[in-house]
């Protein structure tokens, strides 16, 4: 895709679809701020392991207040660690509820490889967005022009992408 810099809007778009593992009715559902089933089972299914790790460390917490109840004489220490359990359980079920409602967001800008091969990103306007080590390693470090690219949250992955319009304004207005 580097080489053939003159595509038509289209073509790139097709091309782009192929290269990060897009279809065109995700693309459209990303314009509009939604996710495709398929995107948001994969968004969900990625954020399990936060969910676990997080659920771990609520049952820890609970775990070591617990182990140390005894030796929590006044009522303001008591106090204090049922806050602590409570704060590590409301933080873990926010980050469900972010889990549940997954947000798509847009960025513009230059495109540019990123990251690792352990750690495989793509760089548009400043954001740095997950891809698989399989498009990754196949992305030249740069794409000539701009784009737009449509990430989810909370796991900032590249949902899809498509050239930028030469139209400064309107780059301005997509990265908000």
Known sequence: MSARIDLDPVEETDELCALFGFTPDELALNRSGRLSPRQRQAVRFRAIGLLVRGLAFVILTVILLASQAAQLRTGWQRALAIAVAALAIAVWLAGVWVVLRPDVRR??????????????????????????????????????????????????????????????????????
């Open 107 to 176: 960025v513009a800008g230059p495109c540019r490889r990123n990251g690792t091969p352990r750690h495989p990103l793509v760089n548009v306007g400043g954001e740095k967005l997950a891809v698989s080590y399989r498009r990754w390693k196949r992305l030249p470090p740069a794409l000539p022009g701009t784009y737009v690219a449509y990430y989810s949250t909370p796991d900032h992955a590249l949902l899809s992408i498509e050239p930028g319009k030469g139209d400064p304004e309107w780059i301005c207005r997509s990265s908000s």
